[in-house]
Every structure is written in C-alpha cells, then in structure tokens.
C-alpha cells in the first residue's frame, strides 16, 4: 500500500484548541447536522473524530444508530470518550485508525460521516476512497467543510484579511487545503462517488445574534486564526504590528454594528 501523505494538524492539540472544537461544534450543530440521521441498526463510521466535538451531535441525533468513531491520535480519542461519556451517550465506539489504512474489511459500514477531516490531508481523493471501500452498496457517506477564502466581514481592512491569508497559506504549506469546500463535487465524484451532491450553509452574524458573535466569530474563527499567530511571524508573512491590528480589527467585526459571514459545504454520495 502507498505510503501515506499526512499533515500536521494546523491548529495543534492543545486544551485551546479542544474548546475551541467544542465551541464551533456548539454554534454550528443546526447549521450542520440538520437532516443528519440515522436510523436504528445503521453503522456509522466517524472518521477523524478528533476531541469528539462533533461526535455527541451525531450520537445525540442518533441515538439508535452504532456509531464507530476513529482518529489517528491516541490522545484525542481519550477526550472523545470522556466527553461521550460526559454526555451519558452509549452508541459510540472508538478506534485508533489512520483514515489511508481503516482496519475495517471491505462493506463493514452503513453510512460514513466526515467533518473538518479532509482540509487537513495532502489525498483528501484517497482518503475518500479508503471510506468508499468500507461502505456496503448503496452505503452513503455525508462530508463537511469549510473554505477559509468565503469569509468576509465589516467593517473589513487589509490587515484583517491579511491574518486569514495566513492561514490559508500555512496550511498549505503543511500539506492542507483551507479552500477544501470548493472542491467537494468533484472530489466525491473522482473517488467513486454516485449521486454526489453539495449545498452551502452560510453562517452570517451581527450583533442581533449574541450565540453566534461569541461561538463563532470569536470562539470559532477569530480563535483559529489567531492560533497560527506564532508561525506567521516566523514564517515572515506578516510582521507583529500589522497581525495585531488584523486581530484587532477582526474582533471590532464582532462588535455591536459589525457582522461576519462565512460558508461550511456539505456533501453527500452513494457507494
């Protein structure tokens, strides 16, 4: 088997991060999930399921569905299982598993689940392809991303757009893609997919909407922008003064008379 072309995870492992997962999966739960069920007897492959931040929504949506949840970090699935358990959810298991490489035989699973996993993967093509073979026929697999170049806001300045371009470039340089959502047609499509099908789900806040001015536009976006601050100033792409004002600049977007849109993806196929 080829070997497989990972990437570092951009936005790290650190506690942050965790509730930063935990905050976005909050404030997009309806935006995302809707229509996301399964019904008793299905068996759910959670692939990628990193801190379990989107794993008690797909559980809680779908309570008589067996959901396996599997991520390539050890360290993640023990957030994962604590944060199941928290939630008094008994419908998840977890497997330490590398997407490229599913220690599953061929037509093991009903339905695959996929969210905010292929951005980060230098073969998101393969990757959906290893998810296709371990799908019965007719199986179906659901994917969602988002796509960094969608987000806009007012007031917006160049410096503010500037911080976002970072991380688009960094972690392009790791080996991801932070335009991913663009692309869902046709990489579900040159994977196998039949039946492929996208819809956009936009995100738009103003201060009418105080849940999503601080789960996204601050604990979500602002939060993961701000977490490659560090590697942008080494990296030369901007300098300290003009990434704090971006910040700035992004958070005065979140304040009364500002608003922030953006645009996640979801696609569907059949195996």
């Known amino acids: 088997m080829p070997e497989a072309k990972h990437t570092h995870y951009v936005h790290g492992y650190g506690a942050r991060e965790a509730q930063r ?3 976005q999966a909050g404030a997009l739960s309806t935006l995302l999930h809707e229509g996301v069920r399964y019904g008793r007897g299905r068996r759910v492959l959670e692939a990628g399921c990193g801190t379990g931040a989107q794993t008690v929504i797909l559980a809680g949506n779908s309570p008589e569905a067996e959901i396996v949840s599997a991520d390539i970090s050890a ?12 939630a008094g959810q008994r419908n998840v298991q977890f497997q330490l598993a590398d997407v490229f490489d599913l220690p599953f035989p061929e037509s093991s699973f009903d339905d695959a689940f996929v969210c905010f996993v292929l951005e980060h993967l230098a073969e998101p093509e393969r990757a959906l392809q290893a998810l296709r073979r371990v799908l019965k026929p ?5 994917v969602i991303e988002g796509d ?3 987000w806009y806001c007012h007031p917006q300045t160049d410096e503010a757009c500037r911080t976002v371009q970072c991380l688009i470039e960094i972690q ?3 080996g991801g893609d932070a335009l991913i959502g663009r692309r869902l047609y046709p990489l579900l499509v040159q994977a196998g997919f039949r039946d492929a099908h996208v819809i956009p789900r936009m995100v738009y806040v103003d ?3 105080p849940e999503l001015v601080e789960g996204f536009s601050k604990g979500t976006f602002i939060a993961m922008v701000e977490g490659v601050r560090e590697q942008a100033l080494a990296l030369g792409l901007m300098d300290a003064a003009a990434w704090d004002k971006g910040i700035a600049d992004m958070n005065r977007a979140a304040q009364p008379g ?3 849109c953006y645009t996640f993806f979801r696609g ?4």
Do not use: N, W
């Open 207 to 209: 201060d009418s909407r």
């Open 258 to 260: 500002g608003t922030f």
């Open 21 to 23: 997962l935990g905050d």
């Open 268 to 271: 569907t196929g059949t195996r």
């Open 138 to 142: 007719g199986g179906t697999i659901t």
């Open 172 to 174: 392009a340089r790791l």
């Open 148 to 150: 960094h170049g969608s």
């Open 75 to 86: 360290a993640s699935l023990k957030q994962a299982r604590r944060r199941v358990e928290a």
